[in-house]
């Protein structure tokens, strides 16, 4: 499809484990965004990727988080030994980054993440 | 602090009418407002913007209107349609460095037949 997509849609893990959650983001997207939203609650920035520039990694919540993106494209969120309040739906966008003007960002589906 | 507020999380109206969702802001240095709209298990998608330079945008059945000096943005849908039912999420983004959306926590819009 042409869309941003997200695997796996669902992910179910014990406290204590290491998780990785995918994303396809639209060819030819520069610009690529992690945000979380946990229940009852708007969508919070987690990090962005912009070409090869160095991430803005100010919204990753702690030092179990932590993100790549591989030749400029697909993206990995990482997080390591998680705990009960990771518990939440991990989205990404992405969108073209052009000056002048502002190009809205696209969002996958999700990853709906459960810790037990 | 939440610099993006949805201060209704439901609001229901009849279909045909107009819908009117809301949103306040505090960083008067946002340089565009965005409404998105969200389907269960489905991830946001883009439906309007607007510039803070600018104090309405029309699209279809949509329009934004921004007030900068009351910090205030609305969502004005007409006709409403039950398939507008969804959760409407503001969004404000501030142009340089990372250009992260900052959110609304949503408002419920259900459009009653």
């Known amino acids: 499809g042409a869309g941003v997509s997200q695997s796996p849609s669902n992910k179910v893990t014990e406290k204590g484990k290491d998780v990785e959650l995918r994303c396809d983001p639209i060819s030819g997207h520069t610009a690529l965004y992690w945000y979380r939203q946990s229940l009852g609650q708007g969508l919070e920035f987690l990090i962005y990727f912009q070409g090869n520039s160095a991430p803005d990694k100010s919204g990753l919540p702690s030092d179990r988080f932590s993100a790549e993106r591989t030749g400029g494209s697909v993206s990995t969120l990482t997080i390591q030994r998680t705990q009960q309040e990771d518990s939440a739906v991990y989205l990404c966008?992405?969108?073209?980054?052009?000056?002048?003007?502002?190009?809205?960002?696209?969002f996958g589906d999700g990853t709906r993440l459960s810790i037990l | 602090d939440q610099q993006v507020k949805q201060n209704s999380p439901s609001l229901s109206v009849q279909e045909g009418r107009i819908s009117i969702l809301n949103c306040d802001y505090t960083?008067?240095?946002?340089?565009?407002f965005l409404w998105y709209k969200k389907y269960p298990a489905e991830g946001p998608t883009f439906l309007i913007s607007?510039?803070?330079?600018?104090d309405k945008n029309e699209d279809g059945r949509f329009t934004v209107f921004l007030n900068k000096s009351a910090k205030h943005l609305s969502l004005h849908i007409v006709p409403s349609q039950p398939g507008d039912s969804a959760v409407y999420f503001c969004a404000a983004i501030k142009q340089g460095g990372s250009e992260k959306l900052v959110f609304g926590k949503g408002t419920k819009l259900t459009v009653n037949p």
């Open positions: 607007i510039s803070s330079i600018k």
């Open positions: 960083n008067s240095m946002f340089d565009y």
């Open positions: 966008a992405s969108s073209f980054s052009r000056t002048g003007g502002y190009q809205p960002q696209h």
